[in-house]
Nanobody, 123 residues
Framework: QVQLVESGGGLVQAGGSLRLSCKAS????????MGWFRQAPGKEREFVATITWNGVSRDYADSVKGRFTISRVNAQNMVLLYLQINTLKPEDTGVYYC??????????????WGQGTQVTVSS
């Protein structure tokens, strides 16, 4: 059974930091690109960051570049995906989703999605 389970969200003040985690299991995610997306209330789900299967290449949305860091650990039968978020801003508020698939900035590049973890940034 394919499972992607996010954790680490919460309420934080602007300027603070969070580390989001995602445990992906049930298929060979170690050979898949992984990504983070987010969705603010009333808005479309948007690309945040992506990382290739081997961690060599990473890409970020312009709005998070320099503040967010995506990383992964490929373990037997699972992948641990992380998103280190620094210098949080109120506009970072939203539900953060991890995803696995072929990669890229488009949602269509990902076949598997988690349920999301809420990040709320207070000003």
């Amino acid at each position: 059974q394919v499972q992607l389970v996010e954790s680490g969200g919460g309420l934080v003040q602007a300027g603070g930091s969070l580390r989001l985690s995602c445990k992906a299991s049930g298929r060979t995610f170690s050979s898949s690109a992984m990504g983070w997306f987010r969705q603010a209330p009333g808005k479309e789900r948007e690309f945040v960051a992506t990382i290739t299967w081997n961690g060599v290449s990473r890409d970020y949305a312009d709005s998070v570049k320099g503040r967010f860091t995506i990383s992964r650990v490929n373990a037997q039968n699972m992948v641990l995906l992380y998103l280190q978020i620094n210098t949080l801003k109120p506009e970072d508020t939203g539900v953060y989703y991890c995803a696995g698939g072929s990669g890229g900035r488009s949602r269509s590049g990902y076949n598997y999605w988690g349920q999301g973890t809420q990040v709320t940034v207070s000003s």
